[in-house]
């Protein structure tokens, strides 16, 4: 008997779950990677009930031979079909591979406006994780701020912890009332929607839209924030404001994908301009730019979990494909249906994307004393500086200034950076990848775990 | 770019060498402009260490050039500069064999009354706590610190704007027009300046530069890789390094030097450790020819470790944040290229300086300006002069 060819999975969340479920079914040995403890990534944190496709229930019911390394951080990809994976207290492992399929997810996009590093600032993802899974809620009154139809699902967690929530939504009411013909069209996400929207009425929880919070403020913590109305661009509507007492503000202003990995194994990372997006391109089979590597779910562009669900699906086929284990003649009548799903499920996701996207006001809120990164404390007006004589590029303000030089690496402000050089400074976004740089290790991890002497 | 008007001195490379240049010459008097390829601090001076010092080994004519160099640091700081600037001398350990050989080292110094001290095993305790316990003695060198090269590339830049400097980024030479030996004008991606002057700081890149008037400059590039941790602030109160290093810079001056330059390979490893004013710390070091690759090899980081662990032993338990490997520009000789060539007139050498052109950012942009300007110098250049190397030969 021949050894059974590995394949990877990095991240447990809908899209990695299911390209181990379907490439488990065909033959391969496969292992799946998550830094936490429970599979199921952050959508499936505190719904461990759910049975739909993508969810951890399905996947353990449907792909007993998967191996699960929990807990596990990818920290390096030393060398061709090679993982350096970190358990904390446990030392680093070095997994091999086949096949891989990047499923790495998203984290909330960061925006540097006034006050946002106060204690009492979260970020929505952040706040909805830990009323999930830890029962805290971060506050008694609660300002849940950004844009997107995330907003109400934490609202929804927030006011369900017993806390005195107030929805602040950047995009006009109409644009939410513009998306429901597409909503009626799937019945689950419907009565999601329903469900959030009752339980809001029923809480009282104050809803506002096409405003955005400006500042925030406090001394040693969260004690106000400032509200405006905005126009189509996001601007500021001057004289709109009101002041509002919170003692928590939680930002969420969309999802960016989380491509560190992607980038230290060389995939080619793509921009959407318009929704000031990266992502790792692949083709229609999901495969990316590197030889038996394919990309999954939020990688490839936020879309939600039902795309994350088909696109892992189609990940983990084709990891089969590649390797020989499916007949052409199957393998091109699976894809053919699971591209059919694919179109539907994007439908909303793309929506929802392209209608909740960023504008340009955005880049405009901060002031000159407003922390671009904050670990190590580069003010807004220290960056401006250091453009009088650098080039407006991220590495040239990184290097004029630190901004990114602590222990994110950039992980929380790189982006914003992105976008604020370009809305304010004319920067132009590179072809094919990602204007930051990935240096091993991919997270900060101890020296004597990841690096073994040979000499 | 085509319509700027003649230029006295045209500088390349935006590295702490080509900015301090800047700096140095606009405050002359003269009409400078700088071009750079990228960004300032692209290269070296960003992929590098912090420290600001001089080795005991030293010949005492480079000895004396890195005193100036350092004292110019002092200075600058002390006028106010912010560029992380740290003066809390180095505590340097050597192997128990070497005691004597680093002691004699330390009354050199004093004669040249430079500070510095042996610190027994009780008092090395004190003075450095993270030190291994296994170490019994080590040498303090009070002259030596830190700064924060990026932030030296730009203040200098800022201070140049000032005098009236013009900064090109993104901008690259691509040739250099020569008529009857002298230099007229510098050609680059974005036009053509007039100039009778240009400097070359350039880095591990110089030899690139003098390709354009078919000059072989001797400057390779030297690989180096660093490990920066999670911060630790005051984990140590010096600058620590090992008596290792300064025989690490040795044996790549003794490698076979071919037609293409150093062969491949050779690596040297020894610590080098600074802890920053952010509180990360910075671990290296090593030496190595590898061309212009600039990916970091694991197995080098691995070796930069376990050298540190040796001094510092709880230093292999903190995390690593980053890792990055620079380009050096390393001369046979091992000293630097500074001054004006005879064999064009008109283009001026400010590179060279292997893992010292923190160090000798200052001093190296007063000696440009002083001759280029025609004033004497605080030091003879002769041994630093380009014209050392026959960079004609076929």
């Given at each position: 008997?021949?050894?059974?060819?590995?394949?990877?999975?990095?991240?447990?969340?809908?899209?990695?779950?299911?390209?181990?479920?379907?490439?488990?079914?065909?033959?391969?040995?496969?292992?799946?990677?998550?830094?936490?403890?429970?599979?199921?990534?952050?959508?499936?944190?505190?719904?461990?009930?759910?049975?739909?496709?993508?969810?951890?229930?399905?996947?353990?019911?449907?792909?007993?031979?998967?191996?699960?390394?929990?807990?596990?951080?990818?920290?390096?990809?030393?060398?061709?079909?090679?993982?350096s994976v970190w358990k904390q207290g446990g030392g680093v492992q070095s997994l091999t591979y086949d096949a891989l399929v990047l499923a790495t997810g998203a984290c909330d996009r960061t925006v540097a406006l006034p006050g946002w590093t106060l204690p009492g600032v979260l970020t929505a993802g952040g706040a909805s994780t830990l009323a999930k899974a830890y029962g805290v809620a971060p506050g008694q009154r609660v300002l849940v701020a950004g844009s997107g139809p995330f907003l109400l699902a934490v609202a929804d967690d927030l006011s369900t912890k017993g806390c005195d929530v107030q929805v602040v939504e950047a995009t006009p009411l109409g644009t939410s009332v513009g998306g429901l013909p597409m909503i009626a069209r799937d019945v689950a996400i419907t009565r999601q929607t329903?469900?959030?929207?009752?339980?809001?009425?029923?809480?009282?929880?104050?809803?506002?839209?096409?405003?955005?919070?400006?500042?925030?403020?406090?001394?040693?913590?969260?004690?106000?924030?400032?509200?405006?109305?905005?126009?189509?661009?996001?601007?500021?509507?001057?004289?709109?404001?009101?002041?509002?007492?919170?003692?928590?503000?939680?930002?969420?202003?969309?999802?960016?994908?989380?491509?560190?990995?992607?980038?230290?194994?060389?995939?080619?990372?793509?921009?959407?301009?318009?929704?000031?997006?990266?992502?790792?391109?692949?083709?229609?089979?999901?495969?990316?730019?590197?030889?038996?590597?394919?990309?999954?779910?939020e990688v490839t562009g936020v879309g939600g979990m039902r795309v994350a669900a088909v696109e892992g699906r189609l990940a983990g086929l084709t990891s089969a494909y590649d390797m020989g284990l499916v007949a052409k003649l199957d393998y091109d009548a699976e894809v053919r249906q699971l591209s059919r799903q694919l179109v539907r499920a994007r439908r909303l996701g793309d929506w929802v994307r392209h209608a909740y996207r960023p504008r340009a006001g955005l880049w405009t809120l901060a002031d000159s004393q407003t922390m671009l990164c904050r670990c190590e404390d580069v003010t807004m007006q220290s960056a401006e500086e250091a453009l009088a004589c650098n080039p407006a590029t991220p590495y040239a303000l990184k290097t004029a200034t630190r901004a990114g030089f602590g222990l994110c690496q950039g992980r929380v402000c790189s982006s914003y950076m992105i976008e604020w050089l370009r809305a304010q400074h004319g920067y132009r976004v590179p072809e094919e990848e990602r204007p930051w740089r990935v240096r091993p290790p991919i997270r900060p991890v101890p020296a004597e775990e990841w690096l073994t002497d040979e000499a | 770019?085509?319509?700027?008007?003649?230029?006295?001195?045209?500088?390349?490379?935006?590295?702490?060498?080509?900015?301090?240049?800047?700096?140095?010459?606009?405050?002359?008097?003269?009409?400078?402009?700088?071009?750079?390829?990228?960004?300032?601090?692209?290269?070296a001076s960003s992929a590098c260490q912090s420290?600001?010092?001089?080795?005991?080994?030293?010949?005492?004519?480079?000895?004396?050039?890195?005193?100036?160099?350092?004292?110019?640091?002092?200075?600058?700081?002390?006028?106010?500069?912010?560029?992380?600037?740290?003066?809390?001398?180095?505590?340097?350990?050597?192997?128990?064999?070497?005691?004597?050989?680093?002691?004699?080292?330390?009354?050199?110094?004093?004669?040249?009354?430079?500070?510095?001290?042996?610190?027994?095993?009780?008092?090395?305790?004190?003075a450095e706590p993270a030190l291994s316990p296994e170490i019994n003695g080590a040498a303090r060198i009070n002259e030596m610190g830190q700064v924060s090269p990026m932030r030296v590339v730009n203040e200098m830049a800022r201070r140049a704007v000032l005098h009236g400097a013009e900064i090109h980024t993104n901008t690259e030479l691509t040739g250099i027009d020569v008529k009857g030996g002298r230099v007229t004008a510098a050609v680059t991606s974005q036009g053509t300046i007039s100039t009778s002057t240009i400097v070359v700081a350039a880095g591990a890149w110089s030899r690139k530069i003098g390709e354009l008037v078919g000059l072989r400059v001797p400057v390779w590039p030297l690989k180096g890789h660093v490990l920066v941790t999670e911060p630790v602030p005051g984990m140590l109160r010096h600058y620590l390094t090992e008596t290792r290093y300064?025989?690490?810079?040795?044996?790549?001056?003794?490698?076979?030097?071919?037609?293409?330059?150093?062969?491949?390979?050779?690596?040297?490893?020894?610590?080098?450790?600074?802890?920053?004013?952010?509180?990360?710390?910075?671990?290296?070091?090593?030496?190595?020819?590898?061309?212009?690759?600039?990916?970091?090899?694991?197995?080098?980081?691995?070796?930069?470790?376990?050298?540190?662990?040796?001094?510092?032993?709880?230093?292999?338990?903190?995390?690593?944040?980053?890792?990055?490997?620079?380009?050096?520009?390393?001369?046979?000789?091992?000293?630097?290229?500074?001054?004006?060539?005879?064999?064009?007139?008109?283009?001026?050498?400010?590179?060279?300086?292997?893992?010292?052109?923190?160090?000798?950012?200052?001093?190296?942009?007063?000696?440009?300006?002083?001759?280029?300007?025609?004033q004497p110098t605080e030091i003879d250049t002769t041994p630093l002069s380009p014209d050392r190397f026959d960079m004609n030969g076929e």
């Open positions: 008997m021949t050894v059974p060819k590995h394949l990877v999975v990095v991240g447990g969340g809908p899209a990695g779950l299911s390209a181990a479920t379907r490439a488990s079914q065909l033959e391969m040995a496969v292992t799946v990677v998550d830094e936490y403890g429970k599979m199921g990534g952050q959508y499936f944190r505190g719904r461990q009930n759910s049975t739909v496709a993508g969810s951890p229930r399905r996947f353990l019911l449907e792909s007993p031979g998967v191996e699960i390394f929990s807990h596990g951080i990818v920290v390096d990809a030393p060398a061709h079909g090679v993982l329903i469900g959030y929207l009752w339980r809001l009425g029923l809480r009282r929880v104050r809803r506002r839209y096409a405003s955005i919070v400006t500042a925030i403020h406090g001394n040693e913590r969260v004690e106000a924030a400032t509200i405006h109305r905005v126009d189509q661009a996001w601007q500021p509507i001057a004289g709109s404001e009101t002041t509002i007492e919170v003692d928590a503000v939680c930002l969420g202003f969309g999802f960016v994908p989380q491509l560190e990995l992607a980038q230290a194994l060389k995939c080619t990372i793509g921009y959407w301009e318009e929704t000031s997006d990266f992502y790792v391109k692949t083709d229609e089979q999901m495969r990316t730019s590197q030889e038996n590597v394919c990309a999954a779910g | 770019m085509s319509t700027i008007r003649p230029k006295d001195v045209v500088i390349i490379g935006g590295g702490i060498i080509g900015a301090a240049c800047a700096e140095a010459l606009s405050r002359a008097g003269l009409e400078v402009v700088l071009l750079e390829r990228l960004g300032l601090a692209a290269g420290g600001v010092g001089f080795g005991i080994s030293m010949d005492d004519y480079t000895l004396r050039l890195h005193l100036a160099a350092v004292r110019a640091y002092r200075q600058f700081a002390a006028d106010g500069a912010e560029v992380d600037y740290l003066h809390h001398g180095t505590v340097l350990v050597g192997p128990p064999d070497e005691e004597t050989e680093l002691k004699a080292g330390l009354k050199r110094l004093r004669d040249m009354s430079v500070g510095c001290e042996w610190l027994d095993a009780a008092a090395l305790r004190e300064e025989k690490t810079v040795e044996a790549v001056q003794a490698v076979d030097l071919g037609e293409d330059g150093p062969q491949s390979g050779s690596p040297q490893v020894a610590a080098v450790l600074q802890n920053l004013p952010s509180g990360q710390m910075l671990i290296g070091s090593s030496r190595e020819f590898a061309g212009f690759d600039r990916e970091v090899n694991r197995n080098r980081l691995a070796q930069i470790v376990t050298r540190a662990g040796y001094l510092v032993p709880g230093l292999p338990r903190l995390r690593i944040i980053r890792t990055y490997a620079g380009l050096r520009p390393w001369t046979p000789d091992g000293l630097p290229l500074i001054g004006p060539s005879q064999q064009v007139e008109g283009l001026v050498f400010a590179t060279g300086h292997g893992g010292d052109g923190n160090t000798l950012a200052l001093i190296t942009a007063r000696l440009v300006a002083d001759l280029t300007t025609g």
